[in-house]
């Protein structure tokens, strides 16, 4: 069966799950910014523009608050976001 052998690999199994973890943990486990909308890792001028233009042309993108509707509330709630920058 696959899986971790004891008597055989049990260092190399260990080390490797340990390694998986960390890259997983590292790229994959972020917490994700409202305010960072091209998903970039940065809170700059290029998300506001990018989500400006989503917004105005009523992409699905634009509906920050997640209620189904590209509006007002969500222009207002992403420039709440904007200000209140990322962690």
Known sequence: YLGVHWRFDVENGNEAGLNLGEYIGKNFMKVLCAADFNGNGENNSN?????????????????????????????????????????
């Open 47 to 87: 998300d506001f523009f990018e989500f400006l233009d989503a917004f105005l042309i009523s992409d699905a993108l634009a509906d920050t608050n997640r209620d189904g509707f590209t509006n007002t509330q969500d222009f207002f709630d992403y420039v709440v976001a904007y200000f209140a920058g990322c962690p």
